[in-house]
């Protein structure tokens, strides 16, 4: 009696344990998504002043650098071991076979986007340094980011 007790409560802890890991997963993706949305968000506009479509606003510039800086030292933290198997990421396996290469990508665009915010004081500056900095995006999702 006292036994199956024992199994039932071990039983039970097991499902609890896996429940509240199968949460801490769905909100490390969303965490991720959320820092990688604001990526997005800030990059929209400075996309425009690099055709030419919105007027140049070195702040706003300034501000997008200043979170590119900011999230790349927290991304490699939010893809752990597994979290691909969220349906709602798009991150691809290849991730984890070569984690290192991709946490290396963002180390790189931190380091670009921190030289770039020191290099840009104009729009001419702006115009030369910017698109390195971007460039890290696309190299990035063409490796590991599930084209939808
Ligand atoms: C080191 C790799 C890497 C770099 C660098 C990177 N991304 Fe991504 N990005 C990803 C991955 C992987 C996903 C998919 C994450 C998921 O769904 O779990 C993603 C998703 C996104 C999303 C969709 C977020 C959502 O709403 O779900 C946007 C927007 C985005 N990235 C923009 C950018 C921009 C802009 C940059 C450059 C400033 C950038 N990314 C740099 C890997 C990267």
Redesign the pocket.
């Given at each position: 009696m006292v036994r199956r007790l024992t199994v039932a409560l071990a039983a039970g802890m097991i499902t609890a344990f896996a429940a509240s890991l199968a949460v801490a997963q769905t909100d490390v993706?969303k965490e991720?998504?959320a820092l990688?949305?604001q990526?997005?968000d800030v990059?929209k506009p400075v996309g425009g002043m690099l055709r030419g479509s919105v007027p140049f606003d070195l702040a706003q510039v300034q501000a997008a650098l200043e979170i590119?800086v900011k999230n790349a030292k927290v991304l490699p933290g939010l893809f752990p071991a597994g979290s691909d198997s969220d349906p709602?990421?798009?991150?691809?396996p290849a991730?984890w076979s070569n984690k290192a290469d991709?946490d290396a990508?963002?180390a790189e665009?931190g380091t670009d986007a921190a030289a770039a915010r020191a290099a840009i004081t104009d729009e001419a500056s702006f115009k030369a340094n910017f698109p390195g900095v971007?460039r890290?995006?696309g190299a990035?999702?063409d490796n590991?980011?599930q084209k939808n």
């Open positions: 993706v991720r998504q990688l949305k990526f997005g990059t590119y709602d990421s798009d991150a691809l991730i991709f990508r963002f665009l971007i890290n995006c990035c999702h590991y980011r």
